[in-house]
């Protein structure tokens, strides 16, 4: 994740970006206990199945919309959209869709910590 240095008020916009390699991320705030990111992601891109053990994530659709699964569900979820991925649950996303994906992150605590 590409680390900028913001203060406490913070726009997202300054931190959209892609790259057409991969998914775009970039952090926007970070302690021990949480980490606050943006995710941008462009046509077609995904972040396949994944879990975090012992954090819990959540995904918040800020632009665009996806396909999001947690566990064994399925949903397109489009701005303003919560998706939550508790601990050790299986979660992914797909931007299925022709227009840029672009969802705030937050995993807690955060990783590495």
């Given at each position: 994740?590409?680390?900028?240095?913001p203060g406490?008020?913070?726009?997202?916009?300054?931190?959209?970006?892609s790259d057409?390699?991969?998914?775009?991320?970039?952090?926007l705030?970070?302690s021990?206990n949480i980490?606050?990111?943006?995710?941008?992601?462009?046509?077609?891109q995904?972040?396949p199945?994944?879990i975090?053990?012992?954090?819990?994530?959540?995904?918040f659709?800020?632009?665009?919309?996806?396909?999001?699964?947690?566990g064994d569900e399925?949903?397109?979820?489009?701005?303003?959209?919560?998706?939550w991925?508790?601990?050790s649950l299986?979660?992914?996303?797909?931007?299925?869709n022709?227009?840029?994906?672009i969802?705030?992150?937050?995993?807690a605590?955060s990783?590495?910590?």
């Amino acid at each position: 994740m590409d680390t900028k240095e913001p203060g406490y008020f913070i726009d997202y916009h300054a931190f959209i970006g892609s790259d057409e390699n991969k998914v775009f991320k970039a952090t926007l705030a970070q302690s021990e206990n949480i980490l606050l990111g943006v995710h941008c992601f462009t046509t077609g891109q995904s972040q396949p199945i994944h879990i975090h053990v012992g954090e819990d994530k959540f995904y918040f659709v800020l632009e665009g919309s996806g396909y999001f699964q947690v566990g064994d569900e399925f949903h397109n979820a489009g701005p303003g959209m919560l998706v939550w991925a508790p601990s050790s649950l299986p979660h992914s996303v797909t931007n299925n869709n022709a227009e840029p994906l672009i969802v705030l992150i937050g995993i807690a605590p955060s990783p590495g910590h």
